[in-house]
């Protein structure tokens, strides 16, 4: 039997999110139609992490629907495994930064009507931890050598500058009018108000793009790949 694969969602309350998200693990299922493929939120809404681990049986593999390092993926996560004692579970890393998550973020720009040479701003959430920044900067690299070598500025909605609208001044000081990458799983609060600070095109966010489910089970399969330490595995 193959370990249970629990996306870990940050949860919105945004009610598009919950959606968005329950239509990305329906595409998950549908190229692994034999896993056991549950969700569970950090909070707001239901079913939250602790719910789904306490229903769940046998190993699990924790995948967090989150772009990159930070407080939720270094510490929640392994706290939340650890408390489910009756698990023997591990935690994958988080979404990006990946060359498929630049796919989908090009093709969200392209079907928000970004044309060729268009400078782009990553929108992002922001987050205090270093390691997350870092993790969007190369985000940002990855988007700008896929789109043609062209501007794109990694900006955030809190916790770090620039702001996307500082980035989007910025770069129309250049004279770009640029477009506005949103790099969020699902819609919510931050992503709405990253799009409405675009002079041009914005993008929707990640959502059920084909690229993310198929992510998620690399990132599955990646920590199964791994050898585990013994911190990563509860007695059973």
């Known amino acids: 039997m193959h370990p249970t694969l629990v996306a870990v969602a940050h949860g919105s309350r945004d009610p598009r999110a919950a959606l968005t998200v329950l239509a990305l693990l329906e595409r ?10 549950r969700l569970g939120h950090l909070g707001l809404n239901a079913p939250l992490l602790a719910d789904t681990l306490a229903d769940t049986a046998g190993p699990a593999v924790l995948v967090p629907l989150l772009l990159g390092r930070g407080t939720h993926v270094k510490r929640d996560l392994p706290a939340a ?9 591990r935690v994958a890393a988080p979404l990006g930064p990946h060359p498929l998550l630049v796919e989908a973020l090009a093709e969200r720009l392209l079907e928000a009507g970004r044309r060729p040479g268009t400078a782009v701003v990553l929108a992002a959430a922001g987050s205090l931890d270093p390691d997350s920044a870092a993790d969007t900067r190369r985000t940002a690299a990855l988007l ?5 070598g062209v501007p794109v ?8 500058a ?12 250049r004279g770009h009018r640029p477009a506005v990458a949103s790099y969020f799983t699902a819609p ?3 992503a709405t108000a990253s799009a409405a600070a675009a002079p041009g095109p914005a993008a929707v966010p990640l959502g059920a793009h084909p690229a993310l489910a198929r992510l998620v089970l690399h990132r599955y399969d990646e920590a199964l790949s791994r050898p585990a330490h013994h911190r990563e595995l509860a007695s059973a």
């Open 28 to 37: 998950v299922r549908e190229l692994r139609p034999h896993l056991d493929v």
């Open 81 to 89: 495994a650890a408390r489910a004692g009756h698990l023997r579970t």
């Open 144 to 148: 700008s050598e896929r789109l043609g």
């Open 153 to 160: 500025v990694p900006a955030y909605a809190s916790a770090a």
């Open 162 to 173: 620039p702001t996307v609208p500082q980035a989007v001044r910025a770069l129309e000081a």
């Open 188 to 190: 919510g609060r931050f």
